[in-house]
């Protein structure tokens, strides 16, 4: 059975940092690139990093800089941390493979208060 489960989500407040982490079972975070999803209210999801097998990084220009996405092969765990928080940040955050898998987690809200 696949299961992604994202933590490390909060309320905080601009200028503040998290540090996401999503859990994959029954999938191997390994040999994908995996990435980090968010969608924010009224849109739709967006993809905001990614990293590949290789490690190599991408952001999307909206969070260069303030996003580091990385990966531990071995505990099957995708990271995204996150440092000075902007109020457009604020949404529910999933990870998930690039391309995206069927299937999806509950996602973890990060609510930026200004």
């Known amino acids: 059975q696949v299961q992604l489960v994202e933590s490390g989500g909060g309320l905080v407040q601009a200028g503040g940092s998290l540090r996401l982490s999503c859990l994959g079972s029954?999938?191997?975070?390994?040999?994908?690139?995996m990435g980090w999803y968010r969608q924010a209210p009224g849109k739709q999801r967006e993809l905001v990093a990614t990293i590949t097998s290789g490690r190599s990084t991408n952001y999307a220009d909206s969070v260069k800089g303030r996003f580091t996405i990385d990966r531990h092969n071995a505990k099957n765990t995708l990271y995204l941390q996150i440092k000075s928080l902007k109020p457009e940040d604020t949404g529910v955050y999933y990870c998930?493979?690039?391309?995206?898998?069927?299937?999806w987690g509950q996602g973890t809200q990060v609510t930026v208060s200004s």
């Open positions: 029954g999938v191997f975070f390994s040999i994908n690139t």
């Open positions: 998930n493979a690039k391309p995206a898998w069927d299937y």
